[in-house]
């Protein structure tokens, strides 16, 4: 089955910083990645979504993501942070199993400070 | 520009109480999805249904049930509430479980608190 972690629940960065927010994932098939965003008091959106071709995926706001298969990673980067990016983000993985139901990791609170 | 649309935003139940949480979406989806969102313990599905006629169990089903009741509506309801089931709980729609890259679209959420 397929799972995904994301290392560090906390993520507190100056605004302006580089924004870096890990998610590893465990599949046996070639898997489909994707990183949500949610605000405050709303639903998730999808930010960025690797299907296939080019490793480096470009989404909304200026984040960015790189489908590295060697480290089963897939990082989501913005070189510098805005207030308006404090929020939760929530890396996913779906495979072909009968249906692509993705599956969530737990979660990164992004912390933008002054 | 509705999406997806859930009601109640906001209710308190006493345990034992059952409440329905109602779920639309207008963008002919055909597959709908409740989640639960606890602290730490990230989105959880509860149930899905892949099309209009069909519901399955997800993760976490128990004390739960659905029902598609078009291919717009998608309700949730439980039966007999628990403190457990103190949670914030999300619609779902997307356009087919079997389509790759199949993108997820979320209500705002529902918060539910079992008293």
């Known amino acids: 089955a397929q799972s995904v972690t994301q290392l560090g629940s906390h993520v507190s960065v100056s605004e302006g910083a580089l924004v870096l927010l890990r998610c590893n994932y465990s599949s046996s098939v070639p898997p489909y990645l994707f990183w949500y965003v949610q605000y405050p008091n709303q639903g998730l959106q999808l930010l960025l979504k690797y299907t296939t071709g080019a490793t480096l995926v470009k989404g909304i706001n200026g984040f960015e993501a790189e489908f590295k298969k060697s480290e089963t990673s897939f990082h989501l980067t913005k070189p510098s942070a805005h207030m308006s990016d404090a929020a939760e983000y929530f890396c996913?993985?779906?495979?072909?199993?009968?249906?692509?139901?993705?599956?969530f990791g737990r979660g990164t609170s992004l912390i933008v400070h002054p | 520009n509705a999406g997806v649309t859930q009601t109640p935003k906001f209710q308190v139940l006493k345990t034992g109480q059952s409440m329905t949480l109602q779920c639309a979406q207008d963008m002919n989806h055909n597959s709908m999805y409740w989640y639960r969102q606890d602290p730490g313990m990230g989105l959880r599905l509860i149930y899905y249904s892949a099309s209009e006629g069909t519901t399955d169990k997800g993760e976490v089903p128990n004390g739960y049930n659905v029902s598609r009741l078009n291919k717009r509506e998608f309700s949730l309801r439980l039966e007999s509430a628990a403190p457990s089931q103190t949670s914030v709980y999300f619609c779902?729609?997307?356009?087919?479980?079997?389509?790759?890259?199949?993108?997820?679209?979320f209500g705002e959420g529902s918060w539910l608190t079992v008293v």
């Open positions: 996913a993985v779906s495979v072909k199993r009968g249906s692509y139901i993705p599956t």
């Open positions: 779902a729609s997307s356009e087919a479980t079997t389509a790759s890259g199949n993108t997820i679209y």
